[in-house]
């Protein structure tokens, strides 16, 4: 079983599609080959005899070679482990080429965890409210810890 | 048990309500940057100018961040320089709605502050982006808040777990909810590991 930091060589013969520019050309052969991920032009290298790009999600970091445009290419996959996957999650929107739909659910659950979270905020403050012991001490910290934190942003901002 | 209640009761309050702020300016910074085709956005005003520099003291690039921070009155966080492989070094500094680089020439006589001024979309992201101590005292507090909210946000959702159980009778729906968000975080991460 391939863990995390191993790189693992495999091929894979595809037709290769015309080449327009260096984007297209890497997304084409990416999808043909069925690779989950977002090229990255930053990593293209060529020259007369080959081309290689890099293609890459928050599991999983692929270099695909490709020489004298042979049909047969070169796949290096790298596995990135579960915390970069965990890490991953944070910023990850959605869109990513070539992923089961359920993946792409994400950035809605995404979404529904932000509108539930200002709700339990406003309703736990509404629950707090209807308790008369401790409205007094708690309003005196909920103002007093909104104007610092207020004021240390607008210090940061101005 | 009813004074572990009370008190778990207590944290799960006032911890929610240090951190509300920040809490909510997470929510909202980070919604508008995953949505950013909602919201209007504009290129970067950029703001270049040269400065002759006449220093004969010796300084270690910490000190020299220091000294072009207070030389060009940059309100900013101090973030890592860089050595150009032209000989130059590039200072920077970073705040909500503003990115300045200041450029050394390698004799160290000649500054080149190069300030961007972000619209507001770039601004409420340059909040949620902020991070790292040691680039000023005053974003060294933020970057505290900003933990402590991280911290906060988990005692927050253990000791609403503990209230949760200890409230609520018939606690199947919770169970079921509870488990299905696990599930499906789960399946995600399984399936870009094997994606």
Partial sequence: ?158 | MKNAYNLIRKIHLYTAFIIVSFIVMYFITGFMMKHGDWFPQSDAKVFSKKFDLHISKEMNEEEWSIYLQDKFDIHAQRKRSNKNNDGTISFKYSKPGEFSTVTLTADKSVATLRTQHFSAYGTFAGFHRLNGYGGGWLYDIYVFMLDLASIALLVFVVTGLYLWYKLIRKKTWGIIILSASIIYTLIIIALFMNG
């Fill in chain 1, 1 to 158: 079983m391939q863990s995390k930091g191993d790189t693992v060589k495999w091929q894979k013969q595809i037709t290769i599609p015309p080449y327009k520019n260096d984007d297209q050309f890497s997304n084409d052969i990416r999808d043909s080959l069925g690779l989950m991920g977002w090229t990255l032009p930053w990593e293209v290298k060529k020259d007369s005899a080959s081309f290689q790009f890099a293609v890459s999600h928050a599991g999983k970091d692929y270099t695909v070679k490709i020489h004298n445009n042979e049909n047969i290419l070169d796949v290096y996959e790298n596995r990135k482990g579960f915390w970069s996957v965990f890490n991953g999650l944070h910023p990850f929107g959605g869109d990513l080429p070539n992923t089961p739909g359920m993946i792409n659910s994400w950035k809605y659950y995404q979404d529904f965890t932000v509108v539930v979270l200002l709700f339990s905020a406003i309703s736990g403050i509404f629950i707090f409210l209807r308790r008369k012991s401790e409205r007094k001490a708690g309003f005196i910290i909920l103002f007093s810890c909104i104007g610092l934190s207020v004021l240390i942003m607008l210090s940061v901002w101005l």
